[in-house]
């Protein structure tokens, strides 16, 4: 049973940081693509960051990039989510996703990430 459990939401102070982590089992983890997602109250689902199988290329959105960093243990099948600067438009529901094709498709739950004074 594929399972991606997300962990390491919160509220936190702008200017402040998280680690987001995604917990994955039930699958070959190093063969997916892992992404983040996140959904902000009132709008649309939206990539933040990728990054392929081995490690090897990550990507990410405009409104992050050089704040947040995502990387992968593929001995832990975890995938992490770093992120610096946080700023109140960061808040929303951050979700993992892994992906090999449009059927092998799973996503978490979600985490809420808060970002407030």
């Known amino acids: 049973q594929v399972q991606l459990v997300e962990s390491g939401g919160g509220l936190v102070q702008p200017g402040g940081s998280l680690r987001l982590s995604c917990a994955a089992s039930?699958?070959?983890?190093?063969?997916?693509?892992m992404s983040w997602y996140r959904q902000a109250p009132g709008k649309e689902r939206e990539l933040v960051a990728q990054i392929t199988g081995a490690g090897r290329f990550t990507s990410y959105a405009d409104s992050v990039k050089a704040r947040f960093t995502i990387s992968r243990d593929n001995a832990k099948n975890t995938v992490y989510l770093q992120m610096n600067s946080l700023r109140a438009e960061d808040t929303a529901v951050y979700y993992c996703?892994?992906?090999?094709?449009?059927?092998?498709?799973?996503w978490g739950k979600g985490t809420l990430v808060t970002v407030s004074s």
């Open positions: 996703n892994a992906r090999r094709s449009p059927v092998l498709n799973y």
């Open positions: 039930g699958f070959t983890f190093s063969d997916y693509v």
